[in-house]
């Protein structure tokens, strides 16, 4: 019972790390927030949560991963792809063997192959930290539209070069050749399995409702299962489970753009995903702060055996690595602008501005991937040996993910502070907007007239379908973009309409509770109005 009181705990310190992140004014990270009541939960409860690696890795990467696939901007994702893949994998490649170095020199007692793997996971980065961080400040767009694209693909590429130094670790064996080729096909029967389970899943249930019609509760399962589906199948076979949710994800969105999914359907699948991620996103945090005190015991015996008595040890090893990723950014992202300078045919079109420089290298923050991938680190070797430096390799990745998340917090604000509100004019996003609306408009008006053509006009008249067609195309086009000129008066024609028709669905929402509570209608009669008034409010709003 204790274990379960200890998870529901965890899940009301989530509820209230995001009610009490919204209400401080200074913009302290939520990560932060939650880790703090993890250390609190920890002091409360005798006995913690034992993890279980695998199972730990089984349920918070394949989700998480499959929605950063399912979300990123695919246009974004072309646009950025040198930037994006220089980034995910030549960065992780060298921070996996600089920093690996950097750390078995600094800190003998941990093996070469050990050092790796940290490395390893302390390269991939998270961006819902540092949206975290940024949600009041002026980044700008294409920086975002990178670190989210870097985040997607560094978290596949720097689990799966952490998944082939840990095997090193526990067999004392490391080939490049075997390595090299191990990883292109892990790598590429990784994304063919994450396509394939999706698309026929996918497949499946296009035939299944095709014929007999959506279930909803069905649909929002289906959607939770596809992650772990394409992991576990991937991992089946010897690819990359990894991998594969991203694929599975990428799929996903693809599929999704066949828009053979019901409206109703799409938004409380979207509703599902943003609680779960935040939900996931939060217990790996929690889950930290609860797991640091005993991770913090085991660590001061691991740094007793490289001469140093003083626990202040642990905190510098863990700074010098954070300062070292930062350096490393730095480096990579310097350097690669410089080469696409040297080897593109309009180098003065690539611009250099120290200060997006600076602000991708500190907005590099380690989050809930680095932790829940640590976390998964052997207990026992082989011969029924303890795991070399286990908890000193966790203690320090969860420290640099701490420490990462206090320097962005503190260096971000001084380096966006005067970055100028965007440029006049339209934004590539405005202008496709636009775009979409203006086609989506003419196209309906189309369909529209072919249906009015179709119709019996004797009794209402031609006039009437005339007015309605273009009442009814105004208020689709208005219910969009209008917010950009607030000053005209159709915008406040728009909003007085829009006023008055949320005023009569709150009252009539509060006359069917009213009837209910009086035992005038049933229940479920006021359930089925209420639902239809929502969809109404969402409509309207």
Do not use: C
């Not at 090193?168 to 990883?183: E, N, P």
């Not at 996103?281 to 085991?298: A, D, K, M, R």
């Not at 500190?362 to 908890?391: E, I, K």
């Amino acid at each position: 019972m204790e274990s379960i009181g200890l998870i529901f705990t965890i899940l009301i310190a989530i509820l209230l790390s995001g009610v009490i992140g919204r209400a401080l004014p200074w913009g302290i990270p939520l990560p932060l927030i939650q880790i703090l009541f993890g250390i609190i939960i920890a002091g409360v409860f005798e006995e913690g949560i034992t993890l279980n690696p695998e199972v730990f890795f089984l349920l918070f990467i394949p989700p998480l991963l499959f929605l950063d696939g399912w979300r990123i901007p695919k246009d974004a994702l072309r646009r950025e792809k040198t930037s994006i893949f220089s980034l995910a994998f030549g960065l992780v490649l060298l921070t996996v063997f600089g920093l690996g170095y950097l750390i078995h020199w600094m800190i003998p007692a941990m093996p070469l192959t050990v050092s790796f793997a940290l490395a390893a996971i302390m390269s991939p980065t998270d961006p819902v930290a540092v949206t975290g961080i940024t949600r009041r400040l002026p980044v700008p767009q294409r920086l975002m539209l990178t670190l989210e694209g870097e985040a997607l693909f560094n978290d596949a590429s720097g689990l799966v070069a952490f998944k082939m130094a840990v095997l090193a670790a526990m067999t004392g064996v490391f080939s490049l050749t075997q390595a090299t080729s191990s990883f292109i096909w892990v790598a590429l029967a990784g994304l063919l399995t994450g396509f394939v389970v999706t698309w026929a899943l996918a497949f499946i249930r296009r035939r299944y409702t095709h014929h007999f019609g959506e279930e909803q509760g069905a649909e929002l399962l289906l959607s939770l299962l596809m992650p772990f589906a394409a992991y576990i199948v991937a991992e089946k076979i010897g690819a990359s489970g990894i991998l594969s949710a991203v694929a599975a994800g990428l799929t996903m969105s693809t599929i999704e753009l066949s828009g053979r999914v019901s409206p109703l359907t799409r938004m409380r699948r979207t509703v599902v995903w943003d609680s779960l991620q935040f939900t996931l996103n939060g217990f790996i945090f929690v889950l930290l702060g609860e797991q640091l005190p005993s991770i913090f015991t085991g660590a001061v015996h691991v740094v007793e055996l490289t001469g140093h008595h003083n626990p202040w040890w642990l905190i510098i090893y863990a700074f010098v690595i954070s300062l070292s990723l930062i350096t490393l950014r730095f480096i990579w992202v310097s350097l690669s602008l410089f080469a696409q300078r040297l080897f593109s045919k309009k180098p003065e079109a690539i611009e250099t501005q120290w200060r997006h420089v600076l602000v991708l290298s500190f907005a590099g923050v380690r989050g809930a991937v680095t932790l829940a991938g640590v976390m998964t680190l052997p207990l026992l070797l082989p011969d029924q040996s303890a795991f070399p430096a286990r908890d000193l390799a966790i203690f320090l990745a969860a420290t640099v993910i701490i420490l990462s998340l206090v320097i962005a917090s503190l260096v971000l604000p001084l380096l966006l502070k005067d970055n100028g509100p965007a440029p006049a004019g339209l934004s590539s996003h405005e202008k496709q907007k636009q775009m979409a609306i203006q086609t989506a408009q003419a196209a309906a008006a189309a369909q529209t007239d072919e249906l009015i053509n179709g119709l019996d006009k004797q009794e209402l008249g031609t006039d009437y379908y005339e007015q309605l067609k273009n009442k009814l195309l105004a208020e689709f086009a208005n219910s969009f973009a209008l917010h950009t000129d607030t000053e005209s008066t159709t915008y406040k024609q728009h909003h007085a309409e829009r006023l008055l028709r949320l005023k009569i669905v709150n009252t009539a929402r509060a006359t069917v509770y009213s009837l209910a509570k009086e035992q005038k209608i049933s229940d479920e009669l006021a359930r089925e109005l209420v639902h239809k008034l929502d969809l109404d409010e969402v409509r309207f709003n």
